[in-house]
C-alpha cells in the first residue's frame, strides 16, 4: 500500500521538560527551553544548543502532511457533446484520494489537481460522439501520472435538455518522498449524466450533473510506521522502522456536479466556457499494521475550468 499522507508534527512530544522524537524505536530525548533554568544553562554554548533543538523541532511543528498516490473520484469530462470537431482544456481540482491517505490513523478525501485535454473529432471520422484526450493526476510532488481516456457522449432528445457519457481510463502511477515510495496501476469506467436545468441561451446557462466511476487499483509501497507499528506517520532523518504493503481491489465513487455554461450554443469558433463545481467521494483501499482491511469512505469537493475551441457551425 502506498506511503501516508504523513504528518511530522505527530512525530514529537513534549513532556517534564524534554523534546522527546518518538517516531523512531528508542528515541532519544533533547533538552527544552525552560522557565527555571539553572544559571549554568544561560551560557552562550547551552543557548546555542538549544537553538539546535527548537530549529528543526518548528521546522517539524510547521511542516504540512505529505501526500503520495492521488486517486481522482472522477474523470471531469463533460456529458455534453460538442457535435462538431471540438478541443477542449480543462484545469482544475477534482474530487479524489490519496493512496496514502489509506495507512493514516484517520482517511481523509483530499481535491486533486487536474489537467485535461479532450478531443472530439465528429465529422472529421464520421463518429459523432466519440470523444479521446488524456489527463495528468496530481502533482510531482505527490507521484502524479498523465493517463489517456477515450469515451462516447452524446444527447437523448432533440432538446438537447439531458446528455449521456461513458469513459474509461487506466494508467501506471509511482512516487516517493521523504524515505516513502508507492506504485500502483489502476483503471476503470465512468458513466455520467447532465441535465439542463434552464432555456437554451447563447450566452448562459445551468446545468447539474452526476457521474458514477468503479475503478480497479493493485498498489504497493514502503512508509514508515508509528511506535506501535500500525499508522503510518512522517519518516524521520533516519527512516525507521518502515514497513512494505500492498492493497488492491475494486473501488466505487460518485460526484454530483453545479455547472455554468457561457458561450455553448455561439456558432464561431469559440465553443464556450464551463465553470463547474463538485462533491462527492468514494471508497479507497485500507491498511493497518502492513495489511489490508475493509474499504475506506472518504469525501471531497473540486472545482474546474474547461474551454472549447473548434470548427464553426
Not at 523541532?57 to 471531469?76: E, F, I, R, Y
Not at 481523509?108 to 489537467?115: F, V
Not at 489527463?135 to 457522449?153: C, I, K, L
Amino acid at each position: 500500500m502506498p506511503p501516508l499522507q504523513q504528518c511530522a508534527s505527530k512525530n514529537w512530544r513534549i513532556s517534564a521538560g524534554w523534546i522527546e522524537d518518538t517516531a523512531t524505536l528508542g528515541s532519544g530525548m533533547f533538552p527544552a527551553e525552560s522557565h527555571n533554568m539553572k544559571a549554568r544553562n544561560s551560557s552562550i554554548d547551552d543557548v546555542i544548543r538549544n537553538l539546535r533543538v527548537l530549529v528543526p523541532l518548528s521546522a517539524a511543528l510547521l511542516s504540512g502532511c505529505t501526500a503520495l498516490g492521488p486517486m481522482a473520484a472522477t474523470t471531469g469530462v463533460s456529458s455534453i457533446p460538442a457535435s462538431r470537431p471540438s478541443f477542449e482544456g480543462s484545469l482544475g481540482v477534482v474530487p479524489g484520494h490519496y493512496l496514502s491517505a489509506g495507512v493514516q490513523a484517520e482517511p481523509k478525501g483530499a481535491s486533486i489537481g487536474q489537467a485535461a485535454i479532450l478531443v472530439e473529432p465528429d465529422s472529421i471520422i464520421h463518429v459523432p460522439g466519440l470523444i479521446v484526450g488524456g489527463r495528468y493526476v496530481g502533482s510531482s510532488t505527490s507521484g502524479g501520472y498523465p493517463e489517456p481516456m477515450v469515451g462516447y457522449r452524446t444527447y437523448l432528445g432533440d432538446n438537447h435538455m439531458l446528455a449521456l457519457s461513458a469513459v474509461g481510463y487506466a494508467t501506471h502511477g509511482n512516487g516517493s518522498r521523504s524515505n516513502a515510495s508507492y506504485s500502483a496501476t489502476h483503471g476503470g469506467a465512468e458513466a455520467g449524466v447532465d441535465v439542463r436545468v434552464t432555456p437554451e441561451y447563447e450566452w448562459f446557462e445551468v446545468h447539474v450533473g452526476a457521474a458514477a466511476s468503479l475503478t480497479g487499483i493493485s498498489a504497493k509501497g514502503t512508509y514508515c510506521v508509528d511506535a506501535d507499528h500500525r499508522y503510518g506517520v512522517d519518516c524521520p532523518d533516519t527512516p525507521e522502522p518502515r514497513i512494505d504493503a500492498s492493497a488492491g481491489g475494486l473501488y466505487p465513487s460518485g460526484v454530483g456536479t453545479l455547472a455554468i455554461d457561457v458561450g455553448r450554443r455561439f456558432k464561431g469558433e469559440f465553443h464556450g466556457a464551463r465553470v463547474a463545481l463538485m462533491g462527492g467521494g468514494g471508497t479507497m483501499p485500507r491498511v493497518v499494521g502492513g495489511q489490508q482491511e475493509g474499504a475506506k469512505p472518504y469525501a471531497a469537493a473540486g472545482l474546474t475550468l474547461t474551454v472549447g475551441l473548434g470548427e464553426g457551425r
